[in-house]
């Protein structure tokens, strides 16, 4: 019996293998296993080298290791890729008659007809279900909740489509159980109590919808665009109005409309895009106006490297927009992390009426974990609007108030008009250039930082002992495989410690102060290849770090890198 397994199904884009990924990861959700899925593919629709590596556990993994213990090859590449990461005893499953390569390590083969059964229940479109029976069976999974799942991914098709697919899915399956009986040591029974599969896109998605979402606007951008597919898919049944713009520029602006006319608004991109948005991330600054932009981080200057991982943006999102502003930034590690962070961004920006980002990336929105629930009532609209019958007249939009929050009304409130400006303006809101108006005005703007910096939300959060030697310092995604490494390290007699950061900013000074008052061996992990984060925390604490584990090949982070860079500085024998 095992007590955890790591899968990779691998495949060129268009053979299938995101459905065959998708249809396993909710079947073991629904049975009740602990999953942690990490998605690998090129920027390109057909063709090249994709994966998706799915890594099962007794307790909630957060990260997937380097390593293969079940391949499903759809195509050669898959095997030559993966054969040298296969851990014995390991099995490939691989179809004969299309598949010709065979791993160099020795690892058991199971051979399935995976195209002629296909092709004999009716279609080759239906080689994905083959395959998905194959592993099922390889893996001893009952195939009983199959049907149901089947029905839910074709509800849309022909009944003959849904019978075709779940013969073809017993067909592998039989396929496997009689020519490769007990292929590989069975996985532990859950006790059926289900889970809830999320991925960081759609946990980013629930989190804003949650608290109070009515306008989403965006130009589609790889890796932030799931964000916006999952939320318009929802838009019409929730009363959200979702636009497609035509550029970035317009896409932040309409937001920043949306918002001034009352309803909760976001924008996702990626860096390009961000920096398009640049001047209208000051025009939200200086009228005041809330708003929230998730910003999925790409790795390298430009295009870059579309659908790779990295945390290149950090130092960009810090400063971005001309002029001096408070803006918050969190930075969630895991998809259910970022449904309550998104939830907090859109509640804090309209709290203090400033820009919020959402800083993600690659890694973050397309992994997948389980969850056994999401508290809803902690993502809950917080209503800041001014009751029209209520307000001092004259109403000032811009009034000076020692928090430097003014009572916020918005266009179209009955009986309220006030004036809404990109310059430098007076408490009513009309153009001034006069210098003490001017001066107010700014430490207007940099006295909501009190309040700001008194939030709990997005503290640094400690996972390890309190006595521990080592502590690795990380942000956002990397929190996942940091964590990890932690719990493996101390398991081999380590005294290992993590800080994870969700908020950089307002950057939580005193609070990580605390937490690593004492510490002597402290290593940052990031992934950049400047250390931007590293930076930030020694800028903000004056602490000493030791030597950095970084990554900047777009690839996200697994506990055996982590562990390899840092065992030769304390020279462990791991």
Request: aromatic share 8%.
């Given at each position: 019996m ?14 299938g293998?995101v459905t ?5 990861l ?6 009740g ?23 099962v ?12 213990n079940?391949l499903?090859?759809l ?13 014995d005893?390991?099995?490939v ?7 010709k ?7 058991r083969?199971?051979?399935v ?10 279609s080759?479109r ?21 049907g ?16 075709s ?11 496997v159980k009689?020519?490769y009986?007990?292929?590989l ?6 006790d059926?109590?289900g ?13 804003l919808?949650a608290?109070g ?5 965006a130009y ?7 964000i916006?597919t999952y ?5 019409r ?13 317009a ?10 006319c ?9 860096g390009?895009g ?8 000051s ?5 005041e ?14 295009t870059?490297?579309p ?12 400063s971005i927009?001309h002029?001096?502003f ?12 970022a449904?309550?962070t ?21 890694h ?21 609007l ?14 000076l ?10 266009h ?13 303006h007076?408490?009513n ?11 107010k ?6 006295a ?5 910096n ?15 030697d080592?502590?690795f ?27 994870c950061?969700n ?13 690593l ?5 402290i290593?940052?992990?990031?992934n950049?290849?400047?250390?931007q ?30 562990i390899d ?8 024998r791991?």
């Open positions: 095992r007590n955890e397994l790591t899968i990779t199904i691998g495949g060129s884009a268009g053979q293998l065959i990924s998708h249809l396993l909710t079947s073991l959700a629904r049975m296993y602990h999953v942690f899925a990490s998605q690998d593919y090129m920027s390109r629709v057909r063709g090249g080298h994709n994966f998706m590596r799915i890594h556990a007794r307790s909630q993994p957060r990260s997937a290791p380097n390593h293969t079940v499903m090859a195509d050669g590449k898959s095997v030559e890729t993966h054969s040298p990461s296969l851990l005893p390991a099995v499953i691989l179809d004969p008659a299309t598949v390569a065979r791993p160099s390590n020795g690892a083969v199971i051979e007809p995976i195209s002629f059964i296909a092709k004999e229940k009716g080759a239906y080689e994905n279900s083959v395959a998905l029976g194959a592993l099922f069976a390889t893996l001893d999974l009952p195939l009983d909740g199959l149901q799942i089947f029905e839910e991914q074709f509800a849309k098709k022909d009944s003959k489509v849904r019978e697919n779940t013969a073809c899915a017993l067909a592998g399956f039989e396929a009689q020519s009986p007990q292929a040591a069975p996985l532990w029974r859950e059926g109590k889970r809830y599969l999320l991925n960081g896109a759609s946990g980013i998605g629930l989190g919808i608290a979402l009515r306008f989403i606007t589609p951008m790889s890796p932030s665009t799931g916006f939320i318009t898919n929802q838009a049944k929730l009363g959200i109005v979702s636009e497609q713009a035509e550029d970035e520029v896409a932040l602006n309409m937001a920043i409309g949306a918002s001034s009352g309803a909760r608004s976001a924008t996702t991109t990626s390009g961000l920096a398009l948005m640049s001047e209208a991330v025009l939200a600054a200086i009228t106006t809330p708003v929230t932009i998730a910003n999925i981080m790409r790795p390298g200057p430009a870059g490297l659908t790779r991982t990295g945390q290149e943006d950090l130092d960009f999102v810090l927009g002029g001096e408070p803006r918050f930034v969190f930075a969630p590690g895991s998809a259910d992390e449904f309550y998104a939830a907090t961004a859109m509640n804090l920006s309209e709290k203090y009426q400033v820009p919020s980002f959402i800083l993600g990336d690659q973050l929105v397309d992994s997948y974990i389980t969850v056994d629930s999401l508290d809803t009532a902690k993502a809950f609209p917080i209503n800041q001014i009751d029209p019958q209520k307000v001092e007249k004259p109403y000032l939009r811009y009034k108030t020692e928090d430097g929050v003014s009572p916020r009304a918005v179209g409130m009955p009986g309220i008009r006030f004036i809404t400006d990109s310059h430098v007076e408490e809101g009309h153009i001034t250039e006069d210098p003490e108006i001017s001066m005005m700014a430490e207007k703007r940099f909501k930082l009190v309040g700001m008194k939030e709990k939300a997005g503290l640094p959060a400690w996972h390890g002992p309190k006595n521990a080592i502590v310092v990380c942000f956002g995604s990397v929190a996942g495989a940091v964590r990890d490494t932690v719990d493996k390290l101390n398991a081999a007699g380590k005294k290992t410690a993590a800080l950061f908020r950089v900013a307002p950057f939580p000074t005193e609070a990580a102060k605390k937490l008052r004492g510490k002597k061996k290593h940052v992990v990031e950049n290849i400047q250390g984060f590293e930076r930030l925390l020694k800028s903000n604490t004056g602490v000493k770090t030791g030597e950095p584990v970084r990554r900047y090949d777009g690839r996200p982070f697994d506990t055996g890198y982590i860079r840092i065992k030769r500085r304390h020279k462990w791991i």
